[in-house]
């Protein structure tokens, strides 16, 4: 069975930056679809971005320009790097294979005022 594992987390200034890194147990150059996800509290799970296994992105209006998602299949590792932070992005960040349903256990994101 999959696992995930994100990390990179942490308490930053807005404005600041943060890269998310998300290591799977098993190889990653094959899976269709992998994203991160995100859920502030007292609001439900949203998408934050794709990628696909042919390197198409896709990410909510609320953070083009600002994040970054990308993969190294070699290190079976996806990434989010996220950059001028806001308040509004504090939120326990999850990568995902949607399609199999597998979640890692999330990273909190944290953006101080």
């Known amino acids: 069975q999959v696992q995930l594992a994100e990390s990179g987390g942490g308490l930053v200034q807005s404005g600041g930056s943060l890269r998310l890194s998300c290591a799977s147990s098993v190889s990653i150059g094959s899976i269709y679809i992998m994203g991160w996800y995100r859920q502030a509290p007292e609001k439900q799970r949203e998408l934050v971005a794709t990628i696909t296994v042919n390197g198409y992105t896709n990410y909510r209006d609320s953070v083009k320009g600002r994040f970054t998602i990308s993969r190294d299949v070699a290190k079976k590792t996806l990434y989010l790097d996220m950059t001028t932070l806001t308040p509004e992005d504090t939120a326990v960040y999850y990568c995902?294979?949607?399609?199999?349903?597998?979640w890692g256990q999330g990273t909190q994101v944290t953006v101080s005022s």
């Open positions: 995902s294979i949607p399609a199999q349903n597998v």
